[in-house]
């Protein structure tokens, strides 16, 4: 009897352990910038996997996408963390609005230029002879216009609008088109049926920090140690989804954007491994997500040779270093 009053006793008292947990788990919200896709992986992954309730988390993904305003939502204080980056946040300063980034997830931005194969355009500055570059709107007044300071030959008269549709880059061997690594190249292939030639703008000297988490300032000074736990899950989400069993993630992945296929999430992975998107630079040693003073300040000198931000605009207040570069989830890396 006593051993029966005792079990009903512990489990009275587990349960109850339990749902102070589940009570205590503080529900936050991280908004993404577009569908959900690979990469995106760590978030879902720190979701499917239980990551975030290890550390204290009950986490909601809410996605971006063409009509989606997450950013505008950071903003406003509705959502409590979002997927950012260097351009962002540093324009975010110059208009007085008090976000900043926390971790950059990528340290390469996945964004690319890609020509055909076999018509001469073999380097980089090669693309400067393409008749047209297919550009969205902030691609042209951003990367092209650094482009065009930094290489010659490049010009206004070849900017064509990108309408993120691949058939007039298909149809014109002599063009240029840009895209994000993960995906645009995968798309042509399978229309096409030809591998594109492949550029990383970051490769080429044009860095800023991708996929960043970004928050309210006053939540880095009231909140810290929630700022922390989000990180190092997110962190820890990343490893485990690159180096571990990711199909749960992939399967949140695709329960939230249908049209995601297994094939277009292995051409992402490969992708982000080969081009070293998240492990690279100072991430190599002290984990990712690590930013570093002077690579923002280096991009952001860049930004302002271009004439993009003002040279007394004080890029410090756009990031923070503080809960980054700690070497968190290295030992998950297999």
Known sequence: MR????????????????SVTAQAADKVTFGTNWLAEPEHGGYYQAIADGTYAKYGLDVTILQGGPNAANSALLVAGKIDFYMGGSMGEL????????????????????????????????????????????????????????????????????????????????????????????????????????????????????APYSTTIAVQTSLVESNPDLVQRFVDASIEGWYNYLYGDNKGANDLIKKDNPEMTDGQIAFSIAKMKEYGILESGEALDKGIGCMTDAKYKKFFDTMVSIKVFKPETDYTKAFTTKFVCKGVGMNLKK
């Not at 005792?6 to 009275?12: A, E, F």
């Not at 230029?113 to 691609?139: C, N, R, Y």
């Not at 951003?142 to 482009?147: I, K, Q, R, V």
């Open 91 to 206: 324009s975010a300063v110059e208009q007085g609005i008090p976000i900043m980034d926390v971790a950059a997830m990528f340290q390469k931005d996945p964004q690319i230029l890609m020509a055909h194969p076999g018509v001469g355009m073999d380097t980089f500055a090669d693309l400067a002879k393409s008749d047209a570059i297919f550009l969205g709107k902030e691609g042209y007044t951003t990367f092209f216009e650094w482009m065009k300071a930094n290489f010659q030959g490049f010009k206004d008269e070849q900017y064509k609008p990108y309408t993120f549709n691949p058939a007039p880059f298909i149809a014109d061997p002599n063009s240029v088109q840009q895209g994000y690594l993960t995906s645009e190249p995968y798309e042509v292939e399978k229309q096409a049926g030809f591998k594109p030639v492949v550029y990383l703008l970051a490769d080429q000297g044009y």
């Open 3 to 18: 051993n029966t009053i005792k079990i009903s006793t512990i489990s009275v008292f587990g349960a109850l352990s339990l």
